[in-house]
């Protein structure tokens, strides 16, 4: 990350990714990281964790409708959701637009991250009061190995990337947890970062989750232009169960709005260029 008085830039695999400021509106040190909050001149405001782009006001609706409605129209009826991470609400809140969804437990390590997110996008955090929320702030890790087995129909693992304390949310056994507290046929949805940028993560994570017990997986597709490359990935692992076809009708007549994902696009992200399906092969 470089910060000068007028820019943020966040730079990755030679690429970089700026956004022109107007200023700094918040800067704390949590116990797990370094939080900041920017209000752009485009994009609305910009939040960061360790100097990377987590979200910001203008774009993140893409990514959080990715991560959650197309696993959600794929489960034939998904009540129980867990939310790994997730600490901005904004998965939360597109979760707790399905009416069939009984409980949402969203499992956050670093509880100063919701709270920033409450102050400065209230628009992300106005489910947090639902009845069917329960956020907790803890170590997922122990969460998920404590779960009851077969409690959960969806796991979303709304993550940072793979790097220092989260490394442990892409392996095998913390895979293997999510497997075990899943019923037949859930489904766990995990960003899978840049397919063009991190390819060998996407490859990576894909063989941890079979190296866990998962056969059936999918991996999606989505523009996210504040994100390096600005093309990103979430990848799908069912338990037991291909995925066969998602229901499509439920969602042309969806009772809620959303501003990127409908029928259409939930069918177009799963197709994928030709070196993507190649090396998802291999």
Same mark, same amino acid.
């Not at 993550?159 to 220092?164: H, I, K, Y």
């Not at 507290?181 to 766990?188: N, P, S």
């Given at each position: 990350m470089s910060l000068d008085q007028h820019w943020f830039t966040e730079i990755a695999n030679g690429y970089g990714m700026s956004l022109q400021l107007r200023e700094k509106i918040h800067d704390e040190q949590s116990p797990c990281q370094h939080i900041e909050v920017f209000d752009t001149e485009t994009f609305g405001r910009l939040l960061t964790l360790d100097g990377i782009t987590m979200l910001t006001s203008r774009d993140h609706f893409i990514y959080h409708e990715m991560m959650t409605h197309p696993a959600l129209f794929t489960h034939s009826a998904p009540k129980q959701v867990v939310i790994v991470g997730g600490g901005d609400c904004g998965t939360l809140q597109e979760v707790l637009k399905h009416k069939v969804v009984k409980q949402v437990v969203q499992v956050e390590l670093d509880e100063r991250v919701t709270r920033v997110a409450e102050r400065y996008f209230p628009e992300f955090c106005e489910a947090n009061g639902d009845p069917r929320a329960v956020l907790l702030f803890e170590d997922a890790i122990k969460w998920m190995q404590e779960a009851q087995a077969g409690s959960a129909d969806i796991i979303i693992l709304d @993550? @940072?990337?793979? #790097? =220092?304390q989260a490394t442990r949310l892409f392996g095998a056994p913390f895979? =293997?947890?999510?497997?075990? #507290?899943?019923?037949? =046929? =859930?489904?766990? #949805?995990a960003q899978s970062e840049s397919p063009l940028f991190n390819l060998e993560i996407l490859k990576g994570m894909r063989k941890e989750m079979n190296t866990a017990g998962f056969e059936s997986l999918m991996t999606i597709q989505f523009p996210l232009c504040t994100y390096p490359s600005g093309w990103w990935t979430a990848t799908l692992a069912r338990k037991n169960q291909n995925f066969g076809d998602f229901r499509e009708q439920n969602v042309r007549r969806k009772t809620f709005d959303t501003r990127y994902y409908n029928a259409d696009i939930h069918r177009a992200s799963q197709m994928l260029p030709t070196f993507l399906q190649e090396a998802l092969v291999k």
């Open positions: @993550t @940072t990337e793979p #790097v =220092g895979y =293997g947890d999510c497997l075990r #507290v899943l019923r037949q =046929g =859930g489904i766990m #949805v």
